[in-house]
């Protein structure tokens, strides 16, 4: 009866598992056939013309990419640092499951509701406009609950005995948590900042209430930028024939997701292998 149970299981599993990977792969196919012809490096490296049917990408890429390091600047050190704080000092407490449960109700919030807030506080109150500041601002908020749940994680994947030994030497908490227990945290730490990331590259809706559609070249961090989904859905929604440019801009915005994931996994692989690695 078991065994049964085991195969049947088996075979569901693999069975999700290939119409999973089916899907991607007839996505992708669409995008390629449909958009591997619009790829230069002209469409790279010039800027959009006649509303972004012809011209190419190059203040989209500049601005997605300031908007992802406003982003990242953010939310890096304060999910790494609400982290350390839940995993090694607040404990179990009242305080700690209360912040828990708030982190795991953010991270199911509507991204829309995300861009109503930033363009109600950062682009109104804070008087940012719609710029890159207050695009990049709106996704941090975004994937911190997501950052911080990833990088809780890994600190308490950390081995137990670090702390047990490092209290037994005298070892104060902060230099235990310096030298011992961030470093061997990194692979998760890793992993939260490609699910971050992730979901903050592929983010249109939050972005279309706070960075704005300019598809000029940004000048500062208070230009209004358009992002590369942002630029996907204007051309897919409002611009006649502009899904040629649409779908090659799609194709560009998976590229980079897999160079993305690709260069942080392997990071973090690396530097797993460095710290197992006796000498």
Known sequence: MA???????????????????AVFAWLLGDILRHGAGRISWDFLVTL???????????????????????????????GVGTAVLLSEFA????????????????????????????NAFFSKVLGMGFSILSGGLTLACMVLPILIR???????????????????????????LLHLLLPAAIPGLMVGFVLGLGRAIAETAALLFTSGYVDRMPASLFDSGRA????????????????????????????????????????????????????
């Open 91 to 118: 404990g179990e407490g009242l305080f700690a499951r209360l912040v828990r449960r708030s982190l795991d109700v953010l991270a199911g919030i509507p991204s829309i509701v995300f861009g109503l807030f930033g």
């Open 150 to 176: 990833a990088s809780e994680e890994g600190l308490r994947s950390a081995p137990r005995e670090y702390r047990l030994g490092a209290a037994a030497l005298g070892i104060s908490r902060t230099s235990t």
């Open 48 to 78: 959009p013309r006649d509303a972004g049917r012809e011209g190419g990408l190059s203040s989209i890429i500049a601005a997605t990419a300031l908007i992802l390091l406003v982003c990242m600047a953010a939310s890096i050190p304060l």
């Open 228 to 279: 590369l989904t942002v630029h996907i859905y204007d051309l897919s929604m409002n611009v006649p024939g502009g899904d040629r440019s649409a779908y090659g801009a799609a194709l560009v915005l998976i590229v980079l997701l897999l160079v993305i994931n690709s260069t942080a996994w392997a990071l973090a692989a690396r530097w797993r292998d460095r710290r197992l690695t006796p000498g």
């Open 3 to 21: 065994r049964n149970a085991d195969r049947i299981a088996t075979v569901v599993l693999w069975t999700v598992a290939i119409g999973i990977a």
